[in-house]
């Protein structure tokens, strides 16, 4: 079936529903950032297949909304389907809630299946319609109507990881939360985010690609833990224990009318920018709400002592193959057939030769010359560039171990560069230097130091569109909140434990892309009278290519700390490594 049929299939639909538009956001009931199959409804109507965009449907036009990475990949996909691009972010670009305001009539009727939008965004967007006297309806999933070939939901088992990784046992986990609980004054706790259950419950899974997950939900109340997940996931030996521990374990299907049925006297704390709108609505009207962030998202933010010992091994890990990866590219570029794709696909079969290694954390972006400027590269292996023995190659990738998850993106040299690739090449390492050096006071959030990252390049009139870092998962999403760092104020402190990345970068269309990427911990620095002062460790171990650096551009200090860093990915990995690689790292790290 084509987008236009499956367009009409839709349109039929939504009228025999009396629904005038319909809305169509990436995500799946439990908000993931990267759903499973079974929930990509926006890919299947539209044929995009970014993972960030919503599509709006009205019964006479349609359109795409998505961001800046994935303009190209848009323009491409969505020809000859209906469906209109619309550049978020662009100039006179209207979001998609003021063009529904504009383009239906007052007492037209929004459906949207309310188990894929936030409380705090069903209620702005109803908000907004309401004033234009339009209704929103959160109970329509036509997905469920038209879908043919549904992929089923994912059925595979889960596994426990193990407290020596995580440093605390799901009984203390509980405790902890109950606890916070307590402190807030609630009777019940709805966790519906995949990453936070598994955090509480210390299982993985491998339901969704690239993040260790499983589908389920977890309610924890003063005395009892309920689990909603597919009995077929657990082990005997599983089952038994969360029987032990008096974890019951409940049909995932029957979550909502589980929540329909709770006490009318109940206090539940939810968070209503990790809970789709549907659970609220589920809930009993006379139960009292506290809404506020979720307690697990910000225990499980800052790491404890042993997730951080495990993160350093982790990164050990990661560098060892990170180095094989390169120096296998530097002896094998223009002597064999190499492309983006074929490339990538070298550097995961390096990482799965590293013990407890579990697969790549996210899709990698492998993008030569010009193909490094789109950020999100998604390469495909018909399409995929041939490396040449020239210009600058951008790679970003990581791996999840059961010690920790990596994220690390190096530009390398490829041959010769020109003056301008050098130039950028540099403006970007002194970003990155500027902010790993950063000594701030407690309290600080993440706009306020993101200036560091900038700061050289602005002065060259270069800036770029991304924030410069996230916060990472401990063996679980490549992307963690709460904390960021970015020129957006999310109003969340940077803390100590907290391991976050630190990634500016450079773009130029049709020329070159140039991130250099590492993972940094939040850790104290010092005491004085003017109150405590955090400062960033760096846990990622690779090095950086110095080939591409123009030295002129750099002062003594910055030059400094490349020659530290260096000798100390030298001194970490040197030991793990045959002579001819670990050859290759002392030359690729001795000192400029």
């Not at 969360?242 to 049909?251: Q, S």
């Amino acid at each position: 079936m084509s987008t236009p049929d499956r367009l009409f299939k839709l349109r039929s639909h939504m009228a025999t529903l009396g629904v005038d538009a319909y809305i169509i956001p990436s995500s799946d009931p439990h908000l993931s950032e990267y759903p499973a199959e079974h929930w990509k409804f926006r890919e299947w109507i539209s044929g995009f297949s970014g993972s960030a965009g919503t599509v709006i449907i009205t019964n006479e036009s349609a359109g795409l909304w998505t961001d800046s990475r994935y303009f190209l990949q848009a323009e491409q996909q969505l020809e000859d389907s209906g469906i209109d691009l619309f550049k978020m972010g662009e100039q006179d670009v209207p979001d998609y809630k003021e063009w529904l305001s504009v383009h239906l009539n007052a007492g037209c009727v929004v459906g949207i299946n309310g188990k894929t939008i936030t409380i705090n965004e069903y209620r702005q967007l109803a908000k907004q319609l309401k004033k234009v006297d339009i209704r929103l309806d959160g109970k329509v999933s036509l997905d469920e109507d038209i879908w043919e070939g549904r992929p089923p939901m994912p059925e595979e088992g889960i596994f426990e990881l193990d407290s020596k990784y995580c440093g605390l046992d799901r009984t203390d986990k509980i405790k902890l939360i109950r606890n916070k609980m307590k402190e807030k004054g609630a009777t019940h706790y709805i966790i519906a985010s995949l990453d936070e259950i598994a955090w509480a419950l210390n299982f993985r899974g491998k339901d969704i690609p690239y993040n260790p997950l499983f589908h389920s939900y977890l309610i924890i109340t003063e005395n009892q833990v309920y689990l909603f997940i597919d009995p077929h996931k657990l082990t005997s030996a599983i089952g038994k224990q969360l029987a032990i521990e008096d974890i019951k374990v409940n049909l995932y299907d029957d979550f909502y009318e589980f929540l329909k049925d709770m006490l009318p006297d109940s206090i539940v704390l939810i968070d209503p920018d990790r809970a789709n709108s549907t659970i609220l609505s589920n809930l009993p009207s006379q139960s009292a709400k506290i809404e506020q962030s979720s307690i697990i998202t910000n225990l499980k933010a800052q790491k404890n002592e042993v997730e951080v010992k495990n993160f350093r091994q982790a990164m050990v890990k990661d560098g060892v193959a990170m180095v094989k990866f390169l120096h296998w590219l530097d002896n094998s570029i223009g002597k064999e057939s190499i492309t983006e794709f074929s490339a990538a696909q070298k550097l995961s079969s390096f990482r799965a030769e590293q013990n407890n290694y579990h697969g790549d954390s996210f899709n990698t972006i492998s993008g030569y010359a010009g193909n490094g400027a789109i950020v999100h590269y998604a390469v495909q292996e018909e399409t995929a560039a041939t490396l040449e023995p020239k210009g600058l190659y951008l790679i970003d990738s990581g791996g999840q171990y059961s010690e920790g998850t990596t994220d690390i993106t190096r530009t390398i040299a490829l041959g010769p560069l020109s003056d301008e690739e050098k130039t950028d090449f540099t403006l970007v390492l002194k970003g990155h230097i500027g902010l790993d050096a950063a000594v701030f006071p407690e309290g600080t959030r993440g706009v306020h130091i993101d200036i560091l990252a900038r700061q050289a390049m602005w002065k060259h009139g270069i800036n770029y569109g991304h924030g410069t870092g996230h916060g990472i998962g401990h063996f679980l999403c490549v992307h963690e909140g709460p904390q960021s760092i970015r020129p957006q104020d999310n109003g969340v402190e940077i803390k100590e434990g907290m391991i976050s990345s630190n990634e500016p970068g450079i773009y130029k269309s049709g020329k070159h892309g140039i991130r250099i990427e590492n993972l940094i911990l939040t850790r104290k620095d010092q005491e004085t009278v003017f109150g405590s002062f955090l400062k960033f460790e760096t846990l990622t171990l690779c090095p950086i290519d110095t080939r591409a650096i123009d030295i002129t551009l750099m002062d003594r200090s910055e030059i400094d700390w490349l020659n530290k860093y260096h000798k100390k990915v030298f001194e970490k990995l040197s030991p793990l490594l045959p002579d001819s690689e670990k050859k290759w790292l002392e030359n690729s790290t001795k000192e400029i």
